[in-house]
């Protein structure tokens, strides 16, 4: 029987590839894990999983998978926080691990701030199953991925002599507290930054408390002016 009739494409045939799914949303690491975790059929095996940062970095230490899909917004510092702490992997010699961000956020800093900490694409949760396949593989064989518009983003960052390669101040500040920022800036009072987040209040005000002491900043008005200066709004 040939690869098309079993539904198995000729890459996934010959092929395996262990990946780590990397997602706070635990009904999505199972769709995604029904997806494309038919390891028969697409050629992926899903060999662990994880909700947070901590529990990222134990896994992918633990599995030393191929590939991880890594999504940005993590509990315990985001992706960017599970890339710096797994560089010694990403730089190994020999099968090093590679990470690519499957997120649904489309934001620009968000795509390069990925991209800056040593992720090799970066896919939005539009993405279809096959798609996503095919994106695992080129991964793991060093490719760089991107769905289409971000890769703009990624060009125009590195591309730009106008514009600092880094951002010092924006750096200090955890993807989480990058988040509450950006809220607070848009006007969202902690409660309903709490329910969008699905953090506490009392966790919203320590990352407002942590971002002014990081920036130096006296109260969120000075916060906002910050940020829509920076274009973060």
């Given at each position: 029987?040939?690869?098309?009739?079993?539904?198995?494409?000729?890459?996934?045939?010959?092929?395996?590839?262990?990946?780590?799914?990397?997602?706070?949303?635990?009904?999505?690491?199972?769709?995604?894990?029904?997806?494309?975790?038919?390891?028969?059929?697409?050629?992926?095996?899903?060999?662990?999983?994880?909700?947070?940062?901590?529990?990222?970095?134990?896994?992918?230490t633990?599995?030393?998978?191929?590939?991880?899909?890594?999504?940005?917004?993590?509990?315990?510092?985001?992706?960017?926080?599970?890339?710096?702490?797994?560089?010694?992997?990403?730089?190994?010699?020999?099968?090093?691990?590679?990470?690519?961000?499957?997120?649904?956020?489309?934001?620009?800093?968000?795509?390069?701030?990925?991209?800056?900490?040593g992720?090799r694409?970066?896919?939005?949760?539009?993405?279809?199953?096959?798609?996503?396949?095919?994106?695992?593989?080129?991964?793991?064989?060093?490719?760089?991925?991107?769905?289409?518009?971000?890769?703009?983003?990624?060009?125009?960052?590195?591309?730009?002599?106008?514009?600092?390669?880094?951002?010092?101040?924006?750096?200090r500040?955890?993807?989480?507290?990058?988040?509450?920022?950006?809220?607070i800036?848009?006007?969202?009072?902690?409660?309903?930054?709490?329910?969008?987040?699905?953090?506490?209040?009392?966790?919203?005000?320590?990352?407002?408390?942590?971002?002014?002491?990081?920036?130096?900043?006296?109260?969120?008005?000075?916060?906002?002016?910050?940020?829509?200066?920076?274009?973060?709004?």
């Open positions: 029987m040939t690869a098309e009739e079993t539904g198995q494409d000729e890459g996934a045939a010959g092929r395996r590839v262990r990946v780590v799914l990397v997602d706070d949303h635990r009904m999505f690491r199972t769709g995604v894990q029904a997806e494309i975790g038919r390891t028969d059929v697409t050629g992926v095996e899903v060999v662990g999983e994880a909700a947070d940062v901590d529990q990222a970095v134990t896994v992918i633990a599995t030393r998978p191929e590939v991880v899909l890594l999504d940005v917004h993590l509990p315990g510092g985001g992706g960017v926080e599970v890339l710096r702490r797994c560089a010694s992997l990403m730089a190994a010699s020999e099968n090093p691990v590679r990470f690519l961000a499957l997120s649904v956020s489309d934001a620009a800093e968000d795509v390069i701030g990925v991209i800056r900490g992720a694409g970066y896919v939005t949760k539009t993405i279809t199953g096959a798609d996503l396949v095919d994106s695992v593989f080129r991964v793991q064989d060093g490719d760089a991925v991107f769905s289409p518009r971000l890769a703009g983003f990624v060009l125009d960052a590195f591309a730009s002599t106008d514009a600092p390669p880094v951002d010092e101040d924006l750096d500040l955890t993807q989480r507290e990058r988040e509450v920022l950006r809220l800036a848009r006007g969202y009072a902690y409660k309903e930054i709490a329910k969008q987040l699905f953090i506490s209040v009392k966790t919203v005000e320590s990352h407002v408390s942590a971002v002014l002491r990081k920036l130096q900043l006296s109260n969120r008005h000075e916060l906002t002016r910050w940020a829509t200066a920076r274009r973060l709004v």
